[in-house]
């Protein structure tokens, strides 16, 4: 046994190097670099996973984890800069859905306005926000006080991330038990490099919409409809993607409490939006929303293949053409996971819920690493395998990054998609994975399990 806790302690020791590595001193464009420190993570966390006992120590080490990025700011992703844009503005009385960055660079001045301007790159510069009001008011509360360094402000986000993970860790255990699995499997979740890194090291809000939409799902299932709502308008106000998955909920629910459920999103919605709301502002936030369907491309699978198809009959990138029919694809799917499928019980709302956000992955023309992170979400809660797969394999699409110029490199993109592709046709036509994982000791103990606490 305490040969055990050093060799445990040793891997801690080891993941606190490589992630101090990762967020210090590696730049995104060192691709083998930040590949082989990120796959010695991934062999750490598989380690820790397996030798750790009860929920207290997989809190306690993925916290520790976490505080290894204190100090830095993000630099694999520089989406940061609009987010600190956006909160100091709304302090202006600024409605950052109305107005670019271009367009206010000229006109108003704020700490650190310039450095943020510059930071954000051009894509982000010249269009409007995206980011729905429950990031934004994050976004806001981040800088309420004028910082002398943007590293405090960072700090401000990373602790509503936090508590977006410790929704998930909490809520995610909850759901389960309720589904007949060990709490343990949220280490996939909690102890998984992809989530420390593009969550609490880059400041992405998906572990605060996971969060919120995992407890949402949990008073669903405990027929406590008004409190479920309320946080599936919460998740939905931090990131849109769970709009997609709210029609899985109908059957479980019965058409009466589904409509009452739609009832409540929509009046919460409302409340959450209302104080955004102008006359160009809906206008200006489709038309970003349509960007990601009709000019944004990265990391995409299938619809690179339909790309290339395109290539060789058009002569030309007909992600325009695609870009009309993508959204029409989608509600397709929905419809299909929603009403074609049982969803009669917890486990197949959540089921259906992954495959429908899977399929949209799949076919979607941008793919970041860290969209993949509520997929890993809702594969420990069903059991399956290839998400967390995925969440290995997807950090290589940062092989784009290189050190002359942005270009994606199709065999990185194979070996990404490869063993993700093969992995989800054998568990959607066999059966899942996860579990076969458990029985085969992946949570291995040479004593006997402790209390969970």
Same mark, same amino acid.
């Given at each position: 046994m305490g040969t055990q806790k050093l060799l445990v302690g040793f891997g801690l020791f080891l993941s606190v190097f490589a992630y101090s590595i990762l967020s210090y001193t590696l730049v995104r464009s060192q691709t083998l670099e930040l590949f082989s420190v990120y796959s010695g993570l991934f062999l750490l966390c598989y380690f820790l996973l397996r030798n750790l006992s009860g929920l207290r120590m997989l809190l306690l080490f993925g916290l520790l984890l976490r505080l290894v990025f204190l100090w830095s700011l993000p630099h694999l992703s520089q989406d940061f800069y609009r987010f600190l844009w956006d909160g100091n503005i709304q302090w202006m009385g600024i409605n950052p859905y109305i107005h670019t960055p271009n367009r206010l660079i000229e006109l108003i001045q704020f700490p650190q306005s310039q450095v943020l301007f510059e930071g954000m790159g051009s894509l982000s510069q010249g269009h409007f926000s995206n980011y729905p009001p429950l990031s934004q008011w994050i976004y806001k509360a981040a800088t309420l006080v004028h910082f002398d360094n943007l590293l405090s402000s960072v700090n401000v986000l990373r602790v509503f991330i936090l508590l977006g993970d410790l929704m998930v860790f909490i809520f995610g255990s909850r759901l389960l038990k309720i589904l007949g699995k060990s709490p343990q499997y949220i280490g996939w979740y909690f102890l998984n490099p992809i989530v420390i890194i593009e969550l609490f090291g880059n400041l992405h809000a998906e572990g605060i919409m996971l969060g919120l939409t995992l407890m949402g799902a949990y008073f669903i299932f405990k027929n406590k409809l008004v409190w479920g709502s309320a946080m599936l308008s919460l998740a939905i106000a931090a990131k849109l993607l769970p709009l997609l998955i709210l029609p899985v909920f109908f059957k479980?629910?019965?058409?009466?409490?589904?409509?009452?459920?739609?009832?409540?999103?929509?009046? +919460?919605?409302?409340?959450?939006?209302?104080?955004?709301? %102008?006359?160009?502002?809906? %206008?200006?936030?489709?038309?970003?929303?349509?960007?990601? +369907?009709n000019r944004f491309e990265f990391?995409?699978?299938?619809?690179?293949?339909?790309?290339?198809?395109?290539? %060789?009959?058009?002569?030309?990138?007909?992600?325009?053409?695609?870009?009309? +029919?993508?959204?029409?694809?989608?509600?397709?799917?929905?419809?299909?996971?929603?009403?074609?499928?049982?969803?009669?019980?917890?486990? %197949?709302?959540?089921?259906?819920?992954?495959?429908?956000?899977?399929?949209?992955?799949?076919?979607a023309t941008t793919v970041h690493p860290w969209y993949v992170i509520t997929l890993v979400g809702l594969g420990i809660m069903t059991g399956y395998l290839y998400p967390i797969l995925w969440s290995f394999t997807v950090f290589w699409s940062y092989s784009a990054y290189g050190a002359q110029a942005f270009e994606e490199q199709t065999l990185w993109l194979f070996l990404e998609y490869l063993p993700v592709y093969a992995c989800f046709g054998y568990e959607v036509f066999k059966k899942p994975l996860l579990q076969h994982f458990q029985e085969a000791h992946f949570f291995y103990r040479q004593s006997a399990p402790r209390s969970s606490g």
């Open positions: 479980f629910l019965g058409w009466k409490k589904g409509l009452q459920m739609s009832a409540w999103i929509l009046l +919460f919605s409302g409340l959450l939006w209302f104080p955004f709301w %102008e006359k160009q502002m809906l %206008e200006n936030y489709m038309v970003t929303l349509r960007l990601w +369907f990391n995409g699978s299938l619809y690179y293949m339909v790309r290339a198809l395109g290539y %060789e009959i058009k002569g030309y990138n007909i992600i325009r053409t695609l870009g009309k +029919f993508t959204p029409f694809l989608t509600l397709g799917w929905v419809f299909v996971f929603s009403f074609l499928r049982k969803n009669r019980t917890a486990n %197949e709302v959540l089921k259906s819920s992954l495959w429908l956000l899977s399929i949209y992955f799949f076919s």
